[in-house]
């Protein structure tokens, strides 16, 4: 059963021009939902799906066992999304057709209290993607510098009263470690109030947005995932990223821009000295963003938006 609803599920696998024979990749298969899509959308075809949470993988591993419909074939990884070289590599494959990426947290991260990514559900201080890795949300709320808490609250979150939250915190820890979410929540709500009639967001949202992209070097593993993903699709091969909020889409925006035109000669040069020449084709206008329709049945899709690219 897949209990994550994917997101713009009928514009990634347009946008992704499924080839028969063709080898694709599911950055962040997540729950199964796109991956599923993907191998519905052709034969004979070649996917890999990979997946930075153990539980994840684990679980994809056991959706996927023994595959075998349209004679296409799943490897499911576990690993993060950065090192496809090396995956690709494992696997003997030197380039592909389609790569996509679906940027973020899955239901079960938010819906699993004792995951510590919820601000509606009390459990651990957590809020990793990789339940190996050593630093916790709780090591990074007790532990780090107030001024630097200052600016991963600021830089991550784009929290206007940052200053405050992080100063708040360091109050508090000074009595007593903060080791829960909803401990850190009442320490947000102290500065910022709870959650008011007409309200949209929670006020513990973004500094809980901050905490997870710093827990999990989100905007570094998209920068390094990016540049290898458009290394390594073949010539018509094409790039699908849905992000969810604005520093995410910054960096896919930047990213593909620079392949459309990676020129950097002085405007107004009668021709380019620089010798540099796309290797990007744009397939979409701006961004492809949720119909009306999907937004009512999965508010998740509301701030979602499709980018893609295809190579040249
Ligand atoms: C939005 S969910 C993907 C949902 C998926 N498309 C589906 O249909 O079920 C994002 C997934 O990416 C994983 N993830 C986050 N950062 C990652 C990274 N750097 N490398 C690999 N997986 C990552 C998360 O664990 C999560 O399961």
Redesign the pocket.
């Known amino acids: 059963m ?1 209990d ?4 713009l ?1 009928k514009e990634c696998i347009e946008n992704l021009n499924i080839k028969n024979g063709g080898v694709y990749v ?11 899509a993907i191998l519905e959308a052709g034969k004979e075809l070649f996917v890999i799906g ?4 153990p539980f ?1 993988a684990k679980y994809l591993e056991e959706l996927f066992d023994g595959y075998s419909n349209n004679r296409s074939t799943v490897k499911i990884v576990n ?4 090192s496809l070289p090396d995956i690709l590599g494992f696997y003997d494959i030197k380039s592909c057709d389609g790569i ?1 990426m ?8 938010v819906d699993d209290a004792s995951r510590g990514f919820s601000f509606s559900k009390n459990g651990p201080l957590d809020m990793r ?1 990789d339940t190996k890795q050593d630093l916790t949300a709780e090591d990074v709320v007790n532990d780090i510098d107030v001024k630097e808490l200052a600016r991963i609250i600021n830089e991550y979150g784009e929290e206007r009263n940052y200053k405050r939250i992080a100063y708040a915190i360091d109050k508090k820890r000074i009595e007593t470690r903060i080791r829960t979410t909803g401990e850190l929540c009442d320490v947000i709500y102290s500065v910022l109030g709870q959650k008011r009639y007409g309200m949209e967001t929670d006020p513990a949202t973004k500094t809980f947005q901050a905490l997870r992209i710093y827990v ?3 905007l570094d ?2 920068k390094e ?1 990016l540049d290898n993903a458009i290394k390594l699709l073949k010539p018509n091969g094409r790039l699908c990223v ?1 992000s ?1 909020h604005s520093l995410e889409d910054r960096i896919v925006k930047k990213l593909i821009k620079q392949g459309l035109n990676p020129c950097v000669c002085p405007k107004g040069l009668a021709q380019c000295l620089c010798g540099r020449t796309p290797y990007l084709r744009s397939v979409v206008k701006n961004f492809v963003g949720p119909s009306e329709e999907e937004t009512k049945l999965n508010p998740r899709a509301r701030s979602a938006k499709l980018r893609v690219a295809e190579k040249l």
């Open positions: 897949i994550h609803i994917p997101v599920k599911d950055c962040t298969a997540g729950r199964g939902g796109h991956l599923q990979i997946d930075k949470d994840n690993s993060d999304y950065k996509l679906d940027l973020g947290f899955s239901s079960i991260h993607y999990n070097s989100e593993s998209l995932g849905i969810f």
